[in-house]
């Protein structure tokens, strides 16, 4: 949520987010609730409320929108998300009590290896030592074999760590060019074939 601007802005204390009110008028447009721990546990947004609660041993956190929707997201010991949880209220018939999308996150990196969502299609992420991003692999199944059928991101990198090339599921390739300090000076795009073929080239330069 973005909050609204304000004109008056009060803080309890340096950790906690402001109270806001209306240029003018000082009507309460945002406000928050902590508990004990100074964990927000709601946030009023003029005439509507967020509820959030913690849970203690696994790591949880409960958000209750304005239109009672409640996601519950779960993380690991050092606070990654592991699991997010969006409850339903049976609206649809034949609907579950909830759907559920599934993070695996490397014990060593921190990085997330793989997402699973609620219809068991995955994604997988691949790294290379330096933590650049070097293909993004979208399944249809929640499996780690490769098949004809995934759609694959691919990317890398040059010297100073900044990506140089990127390429589609199609094998649309973008090319980066950089100078000697590892600025972007052209980007090449795939090219167009239709109407005509032709190559978008953007250019760059820098100020001394």
């Excluded at 609730?33 to 956190?61: C, F, H, S, W």
């Excluded at 060593?108 to 969502?117: A, I, K, L, S």
């Excluded at 691919?154 to 094998?171: E, F, I, M, T």
Aim: charged share 20%; with cysteine; net charge negative.
């Amino acid at each position: 949520m973005t909050p609204p601007i304000c004109s008056s802005c009060s803080r309890q204390s340096s950790a906690k987010p402001p109270t806001r009110t209306a240029p003018g008028k000082g009507d309460l447009v945002q406000s928050f609730v902590y508990d004990t721990n100074d964990m927000i546990v709601k946030e009023r947004l003029g005439n509507d409320e967020y509820q959030m609660t913690y849970a203690t041993g696994p790591r949880k956190t409960t958000v209750v929108d304005r239109s009672s929707n409640t996601v519950e997201w779960t993380f690991d010991a050092v606070g990654a998300p592991t699991k997010r949880e969006v409850f339903t209220k049976g609206l649809r018939t034949g609907e579950p009590a909830s759907y559920v999308t599934t993070y695996s996150v490397n014990a060593t990196t921190g990085m997330v290896d793989h997402v699973v969502f609620p219809r068991g299609n995955r994604v997988d992420y691949v790294y290379d030592s330096s933590l650049n991003l070097l293909e993004v692999r979208q399944r249809e199944t929640n499996t780690s074999v490769d098949a004809p059928t995934d759609l694959v991101h691919s990317y890398g990198y040059g010297v100073y760590g900044q990506r140089n090339s990127a390429k589609d599921p199609l094998g649309n390739a973008t090319l980066y060019t950089l100078d000697g300090l590892g600025n972007t000076t052209q980007i090449t795009h795939p090219t167009i074939t239709s109407p005509a073929s032709q190559v978008i080239v953007e250019n760059f330069t820098y100020d001394p």
